[in-house]
């Protein structure tokens, strides 16, 4: 009995071939995700819902109205959302601030309620990253990418 086997070179070249574009498609994905989770968390301390207490600031005088508990830290001086980056390397990012204080905002204290910004970005854009991941697999099922 003999069995001969054909194609083998061609296949694993396909196959190599194939990996680039799926990484390629793979870290746009991530990229694309990182940089809405960055925004999402920005946009939520800059415009999102603020009911907490307002009261009066000094040094430039002004009236700040504070976040509730719950809801996206309250913007004052605009440092927080300045400080939001995205590091990507490409298949893998991190979303993050290197405030010492945006954890105790983000996850609360002992005497502070948690005002989390992050986290809901990230809930937010779950299913979207699901999706796109989704798209890949089924385009390279059906030979898209190749």
Do not use: C
């Given at each position: 009995?003999?069995?001969?086997?054909?194609?083998?070179?061609?296949?694993?070249?396909?196959?190599?071939?194939?990996?680039?574009?799926?990484?390629?498609?793979?870290?746009?994905?991530?990229?694309?995700?990182?940089?809405?989770?960055?925004?999402?968390?920005?946009?939520?301390?800059?415009?999102g819902t603020k009911s907490g207490i307002?009261?009066?600031?000094?040094?430039?005088?002004?009236?700040?109205?504070?976040?509730?508990?719950?809801?996206?830290?309250?913007?004052?001086?605009?440092?927080?959302?300045?400080?939001?980056?995205?590091?990507?390397?490409?298949?893998?990012?991190?979303?993050?601030?290197?405030?010492?204080?945006?954890?105790?905002?983000?996850?609360?204290?002992?005497?502070?309620?948690?005002?989390?910004?992050?986290?809901?970005?990230?809930?937010?854009?779950?299913?979207?990253?699901?999706?796109?991941?989704?798209?890949?697999?089924?385009?390279?099922?059906?030979?898209?990418?190749?």
């Amino acid at each position: 009995m003999k069995i001969r086997l054909t194609g083998a070179d061609e296949l694993r070249k396909a196959l190599a071939e194939f990996s680039i574009n799926a990484d390629r498609e793979l870290a746009n994905v991530v990229r694309g995700t990182a940089q809405n989770i960055r925004t999402h968390a920005i946009k939520s301390i800059q415009r999102g819902t603020k009911s907490g207490i307002e009261y009066q600031k000094y040094s430039p005088r002004r009236k700040h109205r504070a976040s509730a508990p719950g809801e996206a830290p309250a913007t004052d001086t605009g440092r927080l959302a300045n400080s939001i980056q995205a590091d990507i390397q490409g298949k893998q990012a991190t979303v993050f601030t290197n405030l010492e204080y945006a954890p105790w905002l983000e996850f609360g204290t002992q005497k502070i309620e948690p005002r989390p910004f992050m986290v809901p970005s990230m809930e937010k854009e779950r299913p979207k990253f699901e999706q796109r991941l989704n798209r890949i697999v089924d385009a390279a099922a059906k030979g898209i990418i190749k």
